[in-house]
């Protein structure tokens, strides 16, 4: 059974540094095509991929926040990392990780975590 | 970015209506396109990729079309659990973006 699930905070003041974890069970990061990504969602609005790391070790991040992001995989805990630095209410969101689907060339998300809600707040 | 327009917002309908729901491309994206269902307080779902392929275990009632910078996704026939937000995604090009999302409520 593939699950992902993501842990973190859940209220985070202005300027401080956001740790996401997503921990991932039925199946493994670093089997080849396999990626994970992050899409959060501020409440009462659409999506917004953030970042993606694939098997390999590529790494993607959407250009208008790369400066703040970073994404690493620890194989040794099948879990996939997520920094967000600098961070602002507008920041307030929901937060996914998600499973890169596995069998075709476009980057479309097939499993997803319960996601966690993250507040940015004084 | 590839910006992605859904329309309408919104639509209300009955159980067994017809309901499509159409993603306009700001640039042509081929056939990479996807569809998401998410209900409140839960997760999107991945319903159909690459316009018309359906994802494993995804009703037959669900179906999409299009390609170039126009896409639908069409139900057949409304039923009870479909009551939920629709976003679409281009998986064309790098950022991959979704639409504003599309809301189906019950008439």
């Known amino acids: 059974q593939i699950t992902l699930k993501e842990s973190g905070p859940t209220l985070v003041k202005p300027t401080q540094t956001l740790t996401l974890t997503c921990t991932l069970s039925?199946?493994?990061?670093?089997?080849?095509?396999?990626?994970v990504g992050w899409i959060r969602q501020p409440p009462g609005k659409a999506l917004e991929w953030l970042a993606l790391?694939?098997?390999?070790?590529?790494?993607r991040y959407r250009p208008s926040l790369k400066s703040r992001l970073s994404i690493t995989k620890d194989t040794s805990k099948n879990q996939v990392v997520l920094t967000m630095t600098n961070l602002d209410p507008v920041d307030t969101a929901t937060y996914y990780c998600?499973?890169?689907?596995?069998?075709?060339?476009?980057?479309?998300?097939?499993?997803w975590g319960q996601g966690t809600l993250v507040t940015v707040s004084s | 970015d590839t910006q992605m327009t859904q329309s309408p917002s919104s639509v209300s309908a009955s159980v067994g209506d017809r309901v499509t729901i159409t993603c306009r491309a700001s640039?042509?994206?081929?056939?990479?396109l996807a569809w998401y269902q998410q209900k409140p307080g839960k997760a999107p779902n991945l319903l159909i990729y690459?316009?018309?392929r359906l994802q494993s275990g995804v009703p037959s009632r669900f179906s999409g079309s299009g390609s170039g910078t126009e896409f639908t996704l069409t139900i057949s026939s409304l039923q009870p659990d479909d009551f939920a937000t629709y976003y679409c995604?281009?998986?064309?090009?790098?950022?991959?973006?979704f639409g504003q999302g599309t809301k189906v409520e019950l008439k």
């Open positions: 998600a499973r890169r689907r596995g069998g075709t060339v476009a980057t479309v998300f097939d499993y």
């Open positions: 039925g199946f493994s990061v670093i089997n080849d095509g396999m990626g």
């Open positions: 790391i694939y098997w390999d070790d590529d790494k």
């Open positions: 640039e042509g994206i081929s056939t990479w």
């Open positions: 690459s316009t018309s």
């Open positions: 995604q281009q998986a064309n090009s790098f950022p991959w973006t």
